[in-house]
């Protein structure tokens, strides 16, 4: 198995292309799913403070001795936290057992609360105190990071936008706004959750047939030549190491392409605009 690349951030720190999600872990079995995923070699694990694991996902990073410079942690910001940023992060990393973590993220931005500009100035305060070594966003649409990127004096950047991408759900206009401001697309959903028949699409099969691959290894794939960084989430041990594999193989233009002419805008889960504090 060849290794999992790295992505340089706008603020020069180092991110593995691809991680380990952990949403819809239930805690009883985080410490379990994760001190798996790390024996199958992953070092960037994507957790967040609603999935209700991080203590979890602590005992597993505690008990697999891994240097701590070796693992890329991230956690978010939860929505009715956006008003106290400080604590919520003091929380996390009590609960992960953790002095700092790699990426601080606002996890949507509830527009109608009003307090996600704020809440950014907030998380840089963090980054410069050492708690967090990158700061990013998720569910951010073009709008909502005009707001952060247009205040008087140096804007701080967002390191990654993390939305929900998937290949017949690829949300275009974000992608450019955020690649031409060096802002990194974080593909969350990069198995469409598995919520519809996404292996079956003719292009998928058709070169996983080709590749001696597994669908599901062929669309992380796509994301992996799409540039986007992924994190697929499984309970199964099996489903771990196969979704790792995916770098010993490379997709044509053509079956690269047939993929990237998926997209229909079917998105299966929450838009930015329905979600807020309550
Ligand atoms: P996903 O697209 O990773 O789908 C996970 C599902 O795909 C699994 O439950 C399983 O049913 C299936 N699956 C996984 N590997 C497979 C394989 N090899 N073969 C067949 N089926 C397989 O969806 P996700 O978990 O929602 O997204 C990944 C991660 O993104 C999450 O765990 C979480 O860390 C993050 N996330 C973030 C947000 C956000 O708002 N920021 C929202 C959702 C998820």
Redesign the pocket.
């Known amino acids: 198995m060849s290794e999992i690349p790295n992505i340089k951030l706008n603020d020069g720190n180092l991110i593995p292309q691809l991680g380990?999600?952990?949403?819809?872990?239930d805690e009883n079995d985080a410490e379990r799913v994760v001190s798996e995923a790390l024996e199958a070699g992953y070092r960037h694990i994507?957790?967040?403070k609603i999935?209700g694991n991080e203590e979890g996902v602590g005992r597993a990073i505690e008990k697999s001795g891994i240097d701590r410079s070796e693992l890329f942690i991230?956690t978010?910001l939860w929505n009715d936290d956006q008003k106290n940023p400080k604590d919520a992060l003091d929380a996390s990393l009590e609960r992960l057992g953790l002095d700092y973590v790699d990426l601080y993220?606002i996890?949507?931005p509830c527009e109608k609360q009003g307090a996600y500009v704020d809440a950014w100035e907030e998380l840089g305060k963090q980054r410069e105190a050492g708690l967090a070594k990158s700061i990013g966003v998720?569910?951010f649409l073009p709008k909502h990071l005009d707001n952060l990127l247009s205040p008087g004096g140096e804007p701080i950047v967002p390191v990654v936008n993390?939305?929900?991408l998937?290949p017949t759900y690829q949300q275009r206009e974000v992608t450019e706004y955020c690649r031409s401001r060096g802002i990194e697309i974080?593909a969350?959903?990069?198995?469409?959750?598995?919520k519809y028949d996404l292996?079956n699409e003719e292009p998928i099969a058709q070169a996983a047939k080709a590749h001696g691959k597994?669908?599901?290894?062929v669309v992380l794939r796509w994301h992996i030549q799409e540039g986007n960084i992924?994190?697929?989430?499984?309970?199964?041990k099996e489903?771990m190491v196969?979704?790792m594999d995916i770098f010993d193989f490379e997709l044509t233009d053509e079956e690269f392409l047939k993929i990237h002419d998926l997209e229909r805008g079917n998105r299966v889960?929450a838009h930015p605009d329905e979600v807020d504090v309550d």
Do not use: M
């Open positions: 380990f999600g952990v949403f819809k872990v994507d957790t967040a999935y991230t978010k993220l996890h949507w998720c569910n993390q939305i929900e998937h974080e969350w959903g990069p198995l469409g959750q598995g292996f597994t669908p599901a290894q992924i994190f697929p989430k499984t309970s199964h489903r196969e979704n889960a």
